[in-house]
């Protein structure tokens, strides 16, 4: 019954490989998000979604694209990967427009890029 | 643009005893929130407690507390009673309101690593 999941769970792969994460969630959550954990454990906002919608882009490079097939779904597609790349993925999703509600997170993806 | 400070990277806390984790933020917007997540080693984000600004009490749950100070805007976290599986990273996050989008973004601290000694 896991509410936010994320696969795959660890990524290896080579320089300039195209590659994919998926993320579900089965709270009935309408708001989507995708962030980014570099080494230092800083967590930066990537994307969110809103009933599909993409409705907030942060200055990420256009060789990330986030894809929702539908409420329950967004995953995160990653062309010509780089060294910085390397990170912790975490999908998140939320209830609402009400700032109270809390944003629940995936058990995160880690990427490796060799 | 908002910021939330986190000054201490790492403390330690005795096992039982209470700890403070410290946060400060900047925003100009009069509607806010913030929240508390904490991150064991295993690594998931799990949501700890929220605080409104127009909260008029500090917000509690379990051995968590917010000791919010609107006018110093920091928005501290207190554990009570500290527990070995309280060793993780704290961040603190501020969700801010996009204007026309009617959704909220965090912007998180850069966390505090918390050790529990037995």
Redesign the interface.
Known sequence: DTAVSQTPKYLVTQMGNDKSIKCEQNLGHD?M?WYKQDS??????MF?Y?NKEL??NETVPNRFSPKSPDKAHLNLHINSLELGDSA?Y?C?S?QG?A??R???????T?LLVL | AQKITQTQPGMFVQEKEAVTLDCTYDTSDQSYGLFWYKQPSSGEMIFLIYQGSYDEQNATEGRYSLNFQKARKSANLVISASQLGDSAMYFCAMRDARSGAGSYQLTFGKGTKLSVIP
Request: glycine share 12%.
């Open positions: 708001t998000y230092k454990k800083f967590l930066k906002i969110s809103n409705i907030i912790v975490f998140a939320r427009l700032g109270s809390a944003q629940y997170f995936g058990p995160g880690r």
